[in-house]
């Protein structure tokens, strides 16, 4: 069965308020996920408005993330 995912990928952003400058732990209950998006363009202009809002937070980063499917994934 062919898969209908092959060759595709989708984008996120992801993040939150990190417990400190490390950015290794988020603050609980602070996490944010958008998307998903079909393309990096469409995550990158969701990250560029959130970032904008909390500039002032020096803790707060989002990342935008590429996700495709795992080869080999069970039917």
Do not use: C, Q, Y
Not at 15 to 22: A, E, N, P, Q
Request: glycine share 6%; proline share 4%; net charge negative.
């Amino acid at each position: 069965m062919n898969d209908p995912l092959a060759n595709r990928e989708i984008w996120v952003v992801w993040g939150g308020v990190f417990r400190d400058t490390s950015f290794t732990e988020l603050e609980t209950g602070t996490e944010e996920l958008h998307g998903p998006f079909h393309s990096m363009a469409d995550a990158e202009k969701v990250w560029l408005e959130r970032m904008r809002r909390m500039v002032d937070i020096a803790s707060h980063r989002l990342f935008v993330l590429r996700a495709v499917p795992a080869s080999g994934s069970a039917t």
